[in-house]
């Protein structure tokens, strides 16, 4: 019978500000191995980190720095932080995870990589790092439309979620500019918080006359020409031209842009997707397990619709589910002599 082998397991250690691994027994560092590393230091990636941190893992944040909702001055709708500016819960969350020994880092991640029994990520301009583990938290980008003036009221008064924005413009004149399908319940969204709204239809396919005289009928205007000029001053829009000159003044205008998740790093897998309303988007199951044996994701990578609230629980759920996979991992190897 071989003799039992003594389990080896990483020590933190740190240096400065910078956290290394060693491995019991040896005097120098080693090549950084995490036991998660989180790709995205937004709500859903600063929530995760947070579950690990808290319990006892080695943890890395990888953080591009441009979260989603950068362009809004206010969040809403977030219990206990109602009107809060958006860079200053992040910047509360990086300081609750440094107290869990969670090491947070600004770098664009370029590649992901399974390899056996952890997972690789490559970073743009720095060395590689690796990991048991990696939760997927890199949200998305909205692409607007390319009409003149949209992108510059983007976030102030043009607005994408009535749930985030429309108590702040509720009763005024509202636009729905229409960018697919979807632009149809969008419209019928926007209509609770104003009785004054002009759906901008031609990025729908053909209306058949119930639909219109559905809309019609909650005192909506349908306007068929595209819109090809948003106007305003320095901080306002204050109206829209269309196709055939009218111009209509509003107040703020809703439309559903392009959502592009940050997963690119991520094709060369083949991860399963689906198909949604809203895009492509990572399939993943109610742990935001990807079809990845050692990927979750979680947050707006996966959910355009998720709102602060839902990535931060998003961002929870995985942390735990990665956290169970990593301790039944430890207990199956230490049952059968491997390691850890």
């Not at 998660?36 to 937004?42: A, D, K, Y």
């Not at 090809?228 to 009218?246: A, F």
């Not at 995985?318 to 049952?335: P, R, Y």
Request: proline letters at 5%; aromatic letters at 4%; glycine letters at 12%.
């Amino acid at each position: 019978m071989p003799a039992p082998r003594t389990l080896p397991f990483f020590l933190p250690v740190r240096q400065g500000n910078l956290p290394t691994l060693r491995r019991a027994g040896e005097l120098g560092p080693m090549t950084e191995r995490w036991d998660v590393i989180v790709i995205g230091g937004s709500a859903a990636g600063l929530s995760a980190a947070l579950m690990l941190g808290r319990a006892c893992r080695t943890v890395l944040v990888l953080d591009a720095g441009e979260p989603r909702n950068r362009f809004s001055a206010h969040m809403h709708g977030v219990l206990g932080h109602e009107g809060e500016e958006p860079a200053t819960l992040l910047a509360r969350g990086r300081r609750e995870i440094s107290a869990y020994g969670v090491e947070y880092r600004q770098g664009l991640v370029t590649e992901v990589t399974e390899q056996g029994d952890g997972v690789k990520v490559s970073v743009e301009g720095a060395d590689a790092q690796q990991a048991r583990a990696v939760i997927v938290a890199s949200g998305m980008t909205d692409r607007l439309p390319g009409i003149p003036g949209l992108a510059k009221y983007w976030g102030s008064s043009v607005l994408h979620c009535p749930y985030c924005h429309g108590w702040e413009v509720r009763g005024r004149r509202l636009g729905v500019l229409t960018t697919s399908p979807i632009g149809l319940h969008q419209a019928q969204l926007i209509r609770q918080w104003s009785e004054h709204v002009v759906v901008f239809t031609a990025g729908l396919d053909a209306l058949d006359e119930a639909t219109r005289q559905r809309l019609r009928a909650r005192d909506m205007r349908l306007v068929g020409a595209p819109v090809t000029e948003v106007l305003g001053d320095d901080q306002q829009l204050r109206s829209v031209r269309t196709s055939d000159g009218e111009v209509i003044e509003l107040d703020a205008l809703f439309t559903a842009p392009e959502a592009v998740p940050h997963d690119g790093f991520l094709t060369h897998l083949g991860l399963e997707r689906g198909e949604t309303p809203m895009g492509s988007f990572l399939t993943v199951d109610a742990t935001g397990k990807t079809s990845g044996e050692r990927i979750w994701a979680a947050g707006n990578v996966v959910n355009p619709a998720a709102n602060v609230p839902m990535s931060i629980n998003a961002g929870t759920v995985a942390a735990g589910a990665v956290n169970m996979t990593l301790i039944m991992e430890d207990f199956d190897q230490a049952s059968t002599g491997a390691g850890v």
